[in-house]
């Protein structure tokens, strides 16, 4: 049975932090590099185009803690939380190994979050919330969200989506796009931008056609250039307080 701190723990044991442009090894492959592919460390971080400097940033599922890092140098005041302490530790070295004296990290324990209310302008979650299996744990972190989101702050989120659940590997639940929306409307969100962007996993070009078929989405493609890339969806969904927002 997939435990998520057991299985994120595992990964973390198999990581490494980075030194100069390397972003570091997060988890491990059968040829002993990193498990994820990492850009370089200098490469902007994502979601910059919704973010102000100055401002305080989230980064919820935080892994290694390339954003964190990332963020800090641009000037915000980010945070990075994750489920396993064995990341957080990666991911502190990981800072500390590209200057960041003082890098902040706190640990989530899949359904609250450490933070007062009303603390960040932007919480962001980058290919994390297909990995929070469980239905409670789902719902709470758009609730938890929505707490500690300042008013007129941001969620950003970028998933792998379908039109319906798939589970298409132990820790791994695809949901549909319509759910996202349900469950932030029922925290105090809102939907407020969509973008789809195609770039790496061969299970997500099947996934991209289903959606790109579907009316409800606000189609916006964006190619990958690099041919050697299998396509994946990523669906970037931006989510904002419900009576502080504009509508799209």
Known sequence: MYNPKTHW?????????????SAGKFGSNRKGGSLYQLPPWSKLPPFLEHMEQGQWVLDLGSGIGICVGR??????????????P???????????????????????????????SNR???VIANAVLHHVIEENAIKRF??????ILKPRGHLIICQPVCN??????PHVLLRSPKTYELMSVQSGLRLKT???TISSYTLMKVVYRRVSRSSYWKQETTKNNDQDIKPKIFNALELCKKNRILSF
């Open 120 to 122: 960040f302008d932007r």
């Open 86 to 116: 064995m990341l957080l530790n990666v991911a502190h070295k990981n800072c500390l190994s590209h200057g960041i004296s003082n890098p902040m990290f706190a640990q989530w324990d899949g359904y609250a979050l450490p933070f007062q």
């Open 9 to 21: 723990d595992e990964i973390g044991k198999e990581s490494a932090p980075g030194i100069e442009d």
């Open 164 to 169: 319906w659940s798939i589970k298409t590997a």
């Open 142 to 147: 758009f609730s938890e969200t929505s707490r």
């Open 71 to 84: 963020l800090t140098e641009l000037g915000f005041k980010a945070v990075g939380c994750d489920i396993s």
């Open 194 to 196: 969509t973008k789809h």
